[in-house]
């Protein structure tokens, strides 16, 4: 009788935790549910502000308007943001369920190991006792092959706690699979979350600095526009008949055979990301020229590469103007670093990949940064027989 009362309580304990466990189990499911459900109205709100975005850069004209369109690029960082820290809670609720599920499964193959190192003792018991002695101490026959229906009985509730063991530790296996894949997920939405801040306050910075450099008049404003423009047209006209010139040079004096082949490292380390991409649609100056490279964020002065070897066709220092540097490499390749706050290298002369050539500009009022700039970052353009391309194909 104490045996039973015993065996009654073990299982009233091992159900309670099972209750525990899928209740929990539950309302970890029902978060992540709700945060999913939270994260598809962010991104709706998100591409609605993308659409609006898209539609107020083609009417960016005035300061007013630029100042419009900032707003909206900000609301938009912050959405990005938002989204970004509520799918980081909606991945941490993920890996707790998983690691909880995974612990309840361990549990049970540990009970089920016990169980099984049980029945292999009751085994070995009875066959520690040879046929004519289990027929002697039963009483009769029918109390004989009772005894060998329960072996019977118990060598199948062996079998089939292995069997389940096998299945429970299958399962278990998925799953750590899967939670390995959700931790990795969890460090790229790290990633993702710390460059919506990066977005977001360089957004926020944008907006400060166009109004401290326009001191909020709309003259100013339409002046450095005109400047802006002047100064991109003609750094572009200079820059494609620069290189024609270049590679005329370097043909007859087969300088390119100086050079490797070109195959393009990161001028600097994009540890921010790229704040401007390669004819990105959200470009400030849409409006007046496409974006031809991308902008990579990074600290002020910090020393510039050489994306492969090169021939320094242009060195331009505009003073408080757009300065940049142009190489001309093998494969009908170029490449331009601008708002350069430092020029390393002299025209007419060769450059090793890796090489430092230049620094890190960008900051406003600041040499080589040109007018209203935003903050420090390299403009780095890669161009293949004179026309721009993504440079984001080509790096690795």
Not at 32 to 55: C, M, R
């Amino acid at each position: 009788m104490k045996k039973i009362i015993y065996l009654l309580i073990i299982i009233t304990i091992f159900a309670s935790l099972s209750n525990s466990t899928w209740a929990q189990s539950s309302d970890i499911n029902a978060q992540i549910l709700a945060k999913q459900k939270q994260l598809e109205e962010y991104n709706k709100k998100i591409e609605a502000y993308q659409k609006e975005i898209a539609e107020k850069q083609v009417q960016a004209s005035s300061l007013k308007k630029q100042l419009n369109l900032l707003d909206n690029k900000i609301s938009k960082a912050q959405l990005d943001l938002q989204a970004n820290e509520l799918n980081l809670n909606t991945v941490g609720l993920q890996i707790e369920g998983l690691t909880s599920e995974i612990n309840h499964k361990n549990t049970d193959i540990a009970q089920k190991r016990i169980r099984i190192a049980e029945l292999l003792r009751m085994l070995q018991q009875s066959d520690s006792k040879g046929l004519l002695e289990v027929i002697v101490l039963n009483n009769s026959l029918s109390e004989f092959f009772e005894q060998l229906n329960y072996l019977e009985t118990v060598q199948g509730e062996l079998q089939s706690k292995v069997d389940d063991v096998e299945v429970v530790k299958a399962e278990l296996t998925r799953q750590e699979t899967e939670l390995a894949r959700y931790r990795s997920k969890l460090s790229r939405v790290r990633d993702q979350l710390a460059q919506s801040k990066e977005k977001l306050a360089g957004e926020q910075d944008s907006k400060e600095v166009l109004l401290k450099q326009t001191k909020s008049s709309e003259a100013q404003y339409q002046q450095l526009l005109a400047q802006v423009v002047q100064e991109q047209q003609k750094a572009s006209a200079d820059i494609k008949n620069l290189e024609a010139a270049a590679r005329k040079k370097l043909k007859t004096s087969s300088g390119l055979e100086k050079l490797g082949d070109a195959v393009f490292i990161w001028p600097v380390e994009p540890y921010k990301g790229i704040s401007t991409k390669f004819y990105d649609p959200e470009y400030i100056f849409r409006k007046y020229f496409e974006h031809p490279g991308i902008d990579i964020p990074n600290r002020q002065s910090t020393g510039i590469k050489a994306a492969a070897d090169g021939y320094v066709a242009r060195a331009k220092d505009a003073g408080l103007g757009y300065s940049y540097i142009m190489l001309v490499h093998k494969n009908g390749f170029s490449t331009v670093y601008g708002h350069v706050s430092r020029i390393d290298v002299q025209e007419d002369t060769f450059v090793t990949k890796g090489q430092i050539i230049g620094a890190v500009g960008g900051l406003p009022g600041t040499r080589g940064a040109g007018k209203l700039t935003t903050g420090p970052h390299l403009h780095f353009e890669l161009r293949s027989n004179g026309l721009p391309v993504n440079p984001m194909e080509y790096l690795p």
